[in-house]
Antibody, heavy 118, light 109 residues
Framework: EVQLLESGGDLVQPGGSLRLSCAASGFPFSSYSMNWVRQAPGKGLEWVSVISGGGEITYYADSVRGRFTISRDNSENTLSLQMNSLRAEDTAVYYC???????????WGQGTLVTVSS | QSALAQPRSVSGSPGQSVTISCTGTSSDVGAYNHVSWYQQHPGKAPKVMIYDVSERPSGVPDRFSGSKSGNTASLTISGLQAEDEADYYCCSYGRTYNVFGEGTKLTVL
């Protein structure tokens, strides 16, 4: 059974930092590109970042580039998102999602809530 | 990175068909056949229903179908059922990698 389990969501002050993790199991993790997708309360989905299966290639949405860093550890089957200089507009449920081909997110986690507020 | 344009809401009665549009640009929807559709029930993670414009993952009913013309992709749900009531999002690969649609709330009357 495929499982993606996010953790690390919390309440953080504007300007602060947070690190999210996603533990994967049940599929060949290193064969899949991994993404972070977020959803602000009551809003739509927003793609945040992607990392290739081997970890060599990364892309970011304009809204987070320079503040967020995606990484993965294929020996531990884990995905991470380091979030710095957090803003109120970063408040959202953050999902990790695996894709085998472009724009096709086959597997999703249950999400972890990040709240940026003073 | 503007979100792809979708109608805010659509509705239909059980047994009817509905179509949800997804309009992008020549840099995303119009440029690649990597358009997918996601169903999201309240409080749940999204689920892929269509990928590569018109392909259905195993387990997705054939009542769900996808198509594309120019910069606009479409999701058609035929034989509407109560459990189809959900939010639907399109997603396209493009110049800025991936972009989602604004989302459409489907109400089954």
């Amino acid at each position: 059974e495929v499982q993606l389990l996010e953790s690390g969501g919390d309440l953080v002050q504007p300007g602060g930092s947070l690190r999210l993790s996603c533990a994967a199991s049940g599929f060949p993790f290193s064969s899949y590109s991994m993404n972070w997708v977020r959803q602000a309360p009551g809003k739509g989905l927003e793609w945040v970042s992607v990392i290739s299966g081997g970890g060599e290639i990364t892309y970011y949405a304009d809204s987070v580039r320079g503040r967020f860093t995606i990484s993965r550890d294929n020996s531990e089957n884990t995905l991470s998102l380091q979030m710095n200089s957090l803003r109120a507009e970063d408040t959202a449920v953050y999902y990790c999602a695996a894709h085998y081909s472009h724009a096709r997110f086959d597997y999703w986690g249950q999400g972890t809530l990040v709240t940026v507020s003073s | 990175q503007s979100a792809l344009a979708q109608p805010r809401s659509v509705s239909g009665s059980p047994g009817q068909s509905v179509t949800i549009s997804c309009t992008g640009t020549s840099s995303d929807v119009g440029a690649y056949n990597h358009v997918s559709w996601y169903q999201q029930h309240p409080g749940k993670a999204p689920k892929v229903m269509i990928y590569d414009v018109s392909e259905r993952p195993s387990g997705v009913p054939d009542r769900f179908s996808g198509s594309k013309s120019g910069n606009t992709a479409s999701l058609t749900i035929s034989g509407l059922q109560a459990e189809d009531e959900a939010d639907y999002y399109c997603c396209s690969y493009g110049r800025t990698y991936n972009v989602f649609g604004e989302g459409t709330k489907l109400t089954v009357l």
